[in-house]
């Protein structure tokens, strides 16, 4: 039933690992995009992907790299996990044509140790 | 460039009392806006969307918004507030020209006192 889903909803892991979370949607939506909510609760866009093409991709190091395979999936990796990585990261989902409404997944809460 | 700026960062009030949260936009063309509300540990919950049309706009749980283009403004209202209203909100505007991106404010957190 969950619009938008997102897996891990926690996730603890050393500075240099590699991880990924993973993000669905079943809105039909041809959109997603991937938010960071830092520490202070300040939230920005990092990727946008409509119908698995890259539209947006914020100053966002290198590092992080989005998969869309289909436009139900977009999920993130990150490689070489730093401390500052540690937030809150939302998926989220609209339709083009409407106005940019965007659902919100629960966020997945990294925190790089 | 686009930006959204929420003056207060944290706001306490009575169970039962007004709430205004305030919220000022800068954006070259109709903006698209929006309130969101994110309780402790929780996602993003819509309270609220302005498109064209009525500039005081109705969301869920009792709240309203008024659009104000000349003072490039779109501040959350609530008559009398719940203690379940506690939470921290955040105001958006739409950058359709950057791919539909969501600008949002710093957020402001709603305290409410019984």
């Known amino acids: 039933d969950t619009a938008v889903s997102q897996t891990p909803k926690y996730l603890v892991t050393q500075m240099g690992n590699d991880k990924s979370i993973k993000c669905e949607q079943n809105?039909?939506?041809?959109?997603m995009y991937w938010y960071k909510q830092d520490s202070k609760k300040f939230l920005k866009i990092m990727f946008s992907y409509n119908n698995k093409e890259l539209i947006i991709n914020e100053t966002v190091p290198n590092r992080f790299s989005p998969k869309s395979p289909d436009k139900a999936h977009l999920n993130l990796h990150i490689n070489s996990l730093e401390l500052g990585d540690s937030a809150v990261y939302f998926c989220?989902?609209?339709?083009?044509?409407?106005?940019?409404?965007?659902?919100f997944g629960p966020g997945t809460r990294l925190t790089v140790l | 460039a686009q930006s959204v700026t929420q003056p207060d960062i944290h706001i306490t009030v009575s169970e039962g009392a007004s709430l205004e949260l305030r919220c000022n936009y800068s954006y070259g063309a109709t903006p698209y806006l929006f309130w969101y509300v994110q309780s402790p540990g929780q996602g993003l919950q819509l309270l609220l969307k302005?498109?064209?049309?009525?500039?005081l706009v109705q969301g869920i749980k009792g709240f309203e918004a008024e659009f104000k283009r000349s003072q490039s403004s779109f501040n959350l209202r609530k008559p009398s507030v719940h203690w379940s209203d506690a939470a921290e909100y955040f105001c958006a505007v739409a950058a359709m020209e950057y791919g539909n991106k969501l600008v949002f404010g710093a957020g402001t957190i709603l305290r409410v006192k019984s």
């Open positions: 989220a989902s609209s339709q083009p044509g409407t106005k940019n409404e965007q659902f």
């Open positions: 302005y498109f064209s049309g009525d500039t």
């Open positions: 809105l039909g939506h041809d959109t």
